[in-house]
């Protein structure tokens, strides 16, 4: 992947709880994507943050976007058991149009 | 709303054979992605297609190839199918290549080689 590591690799929290998730990436990038996929299931469009934004929301979504680190996150607050799924970064590279994933966190929300 | 269509959901091959995947972008998108995503792995890109012609190649291996129609539906056609290539199977699309927009996944292809 020519994308960076996301952080953690795992999480398991508490129904109620925040849930932070981190990516950080390698090249530079017109903007950022956040896709969510349950279990063998397709990705769905959760946030799309553009390189020029630092700070995004979409209902319990909370994304930042650091270029100077190039690192983002996600945060989804007041987490729900049927919040349990990967959550990936994608970026667009800068130059192309194809998306480069991040390894992906596996969050498990337990009621 | 119409959202990007592939078929089949899923597809058993063995060795050696071939396979074909369509996808059906949502309408009045002219932009299609492959993407292949491997057990516990994060999708990789493939190959992309805008207005019927190839626009970006990624780890695309040469018994793979692909092509988007008149209708801006498209194809990954797979041969001499190995192991490794089991795999799903992502085709997404959006509205416009030039301006960075969201794309819009399909439900995937499973495609189990045997």
């Known amino acids: 992947s020519q994308q960076g590591e996301e952080d953690p690799q795992a999480l398991s929290i508490q129904e109620g709880e925040n849930a932070t998730m981190n990516c950080s990436y390698k090249?530079?990038?017109?903007?950022l994507q956040w896709y969510r996929q349950n279990s063998g299931r397709g990705l769905v469009h959760l946030i799309l943050i553009r390189s020029n934004e630092r700070e995004k929301h979409s209902g319990r979504l909370r994304v930042t976007l650091d270029t100077s680190k190039k690192s983002s996150s996600l945060l989804i607050t007041a987490s729900r058991a049927a919040d349990t799924a990967s959550y990936f970064c994608?970026?667009?590279?800068?130059?192309?149009?194809?998306?480069?994933f991040g390894k992906g966190t596996s969050l498990l929300v337990t009621p | 709303a119409a959202g990007v269509i592939q078929s089949p959901r899923h597809l058993i091959k063995e060795k050696r054979e071939t396979a074909t995947l369509k996808c059906y972008p949502i309408?009045?998108?002219?932009?299609v992605y492959w993407y292949q995503q491997g057990p516990g792995q994060d999708p990789q890109f493939l190959i992309s297609?805008?207005?019927?012609?190839?626009?970006d190649k990624g780890s695309i291996p040469d018994r793979f190839s692909a092509q988007q129609f008149s209708d801006y539906h498209s194809e990954l056609n797979m041969s001499s199918l190995e192991l490794g290539d089991s795999a799903l199977y992502f085709c997404?699309?959006?509205?416009?290549?030039?301006?960075?927009?969201?794309?819009?996944f399909g439900p995937g292809t499973r495609l189990t080689v045997l």
């Open positions: 994608a970026t667009d590279g800068g130059s192309g149009y194809a998306l480069n």
């Open positions: 297609f805008y207005e019927k012609m190839q626009s």
């Open positions: 997404a699309s959006s509205p416009d290549r030039g301006s960075t927009d969201t794309q819009y």
């Open positions: 309408p009045r998108h002219d932009t």
């Open positions: 090249t530079s990038i017109n903007n």
